[in-house]
Every structure is written in C-alpha cells, then in structure tokens.
Nanobody, 129 residues
Framework: QVQVAESGGGSVQAGGSLRLSCAAP????????MAWFRQAPGKEREGVAA???????SYADSVKGRFSISKDNTKNILYLQMNSLKPEDTAMYYC???????????????????????WGQGTQVTVSS
C-alpha cells in the first residue's frame, strides 16, 4: 500500500510563498503520476499541478507562472513551490499518486490524465489579504 503525507502548509500574507512537501515512502511501486489538488470551503476539489515520471508537468491555469511542481525521485518526495500567493489560493491541499492498487476515476490536469488512487490527509494553506 502506498502512503502519502503532506506537510508545509500554513498562513501567509498575499504575495508570499510557501513550499509544500509530500512524502511517499517506499519504492516498491512506480509512481508514474503524482499531483497536487486543492479544495476550498464550499467548492469542488480541483487539480493544481501534476508531474509524470519523465518530468513532464502540467498546471491549472489559475496557478501557471506562480506554482512549480517537482519531485525528488531518490527520496520519493513531491514538492509544490507556491509563489505570489493570493487569497483565492486558500484551500486544503492534497497530495496524490497513481500506483498499482484499487481503481480510481481518471482525472485530468491539463494534458496529464491519471487515476489517482492514493491520497494524503491534506495540509491547510491560508492566504490573507
């Protein structure tokens, strides 16, 4: 079973930066897709950024140019660098991965389409104006 755990959330003023981390320990399974989603109160969960094992990335239009997704393959840690944060970025952020296991609905973030079947508990990001 793949376990993922997020960290790095917090409160920041508009224009500030945060870096989220996601540990996915163990290397038994290939993780071809990993991604960050977010969900604000009263809104549906939305994809933020995704990365493939070949390093290809994709972003939601709302975060392009401000957020950057990356992965340390040796440590199985996923990152989300968030710059120029806005109050509308306030949400619970979730790390997710596609790995062999239970089936899941396919979800798209731009051209990257994966069946994310392992999810973390989330880390809160709050941006004040």
């Amino acid at each position: 079973q793949v376990q993922v755990a997020e960290s790095g959330g917090g409160s920041v003023q508009a224009g500030g930066s945060l870096r989220l981390s996601c540990a996915a320990p163990g290397n038994r399974y290939r993780r071809d897709c990993m991604a960050w989603f977010r969900q604000a109160p009263g809104k549906e969960r939305e994809g933020v950024a995704a990365i493939l094992s070949d390093g290809s990335t994709s972003y939601a239009d709302s975060v392009k140019g401000r957020f950057s997704i990356s992965k340390d393959n040796t440590k199985n840690i996923l990152y989300l660098q968030m710059n120029s944060l806005k109050p509308e970025d306030t949400a619970m952020y979730y790390c997710t991965a596609e790995a062999p296991g239970p089936p899941a609905p396919r979800q798209d973030i731009g051209p990257i389409s994966c069946e994310y079947n392992y999810w973390g508990q989330g880390t809160q990001v709050t941006v004040s104006s």
